[in-house]
């Protein structure tokens, strides 16, 4: 089974270190992973440090694969390339790494993609006419298509409408398990974590605060310290937990004269 460690990473632009010594024990496949964190945290960095976008200090491990590209990531934005349909963005993501010639089973991927994220009917649409949404679910499907053992997808959720995001950690969900794959995913609802992820990875300020079970690292003293706000994790009338958001925290500048309180 797949497996990630990262040690020691660190990532800056120019001369502004964003990232610094973020280590994990191994995380292995059949999980759903939360990346947790504020603005700017530097989820977004820690993606790309892991994808090989971006040059850093540290290392990432993977190990339990032979796949010569066993990685997919999933930008925040993925564009629009206006001049392709579709299906042909989508087969291109497919193509990038392996070999120039297409053969049926690439054709027979992005079909198998278009039909699990439910987008057949975008397939001949022109792919920079799309919605944010569409765009978001096309960006899914080319991740999902490269058949990674490590899905890295930055924010997965954040232009879907509500039923679009259960589907999408669901179906998350659900691959994680049945493909024994490792999927993180960048969330800022931590309501979505503490439901549907294994586990949970906090950073704060280019920093690892807390790596483990989601029950474990998602606690209302972390989203008091890192998030600032006061909130309860509390058990639904179905028994799962669910976060309570009761007001912003107190800060420091706060209590000064002329602050808020
Ligand atoms: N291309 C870049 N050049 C210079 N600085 C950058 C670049 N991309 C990000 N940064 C800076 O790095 C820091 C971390 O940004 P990053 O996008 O990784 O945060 P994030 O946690 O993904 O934030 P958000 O939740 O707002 O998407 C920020 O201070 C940001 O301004």
Known sequence: ?????LQDLGAAYGGNQVLSGISTPPLTGGQLVALLGPNA??????FRRIFG??????????DGTDSPNPIAYMPQDNGSRPVLSVYEAILLARM??????VLPEDHAEVERVLDVLDIGHLRSRNAGDLSGGQRQMIGAAQALVQN???????????ALDLSRQIDMLTLLQRLAKEQELLIIVALHDIGYALR???AAMVIDKGRMIACGPTAEVVTAEMVREVFEVEARIEPCSKGSPQLIVERRAAQPSDLRPGGML
Do not use: C
């Not at 089974?1 to 460690?5: E, G, R």
């Not at 945290?41 to 820690?46: N, P």
């Not at 990038?96 to 010639?101: A, F, P, Y």
């Open 196 to 198: 549907f992820a294994d």
């Open 148 to 158: 990674p053992r490590v899905l890295l997808m930055d924010e997965p959720t954040s």
């Open 96 to 101: 990038q790494g392996r070999r120039l010639k």
């Open 53 to 62: 976008l971006l040059p850093g200090s540290g290392t990432v491990h993977i």
């Open 1 to 5: 089974m797949v497996s990630l460690q």
């Open 41 to 46: 945290a530097g989820k977004s960095t820690l």
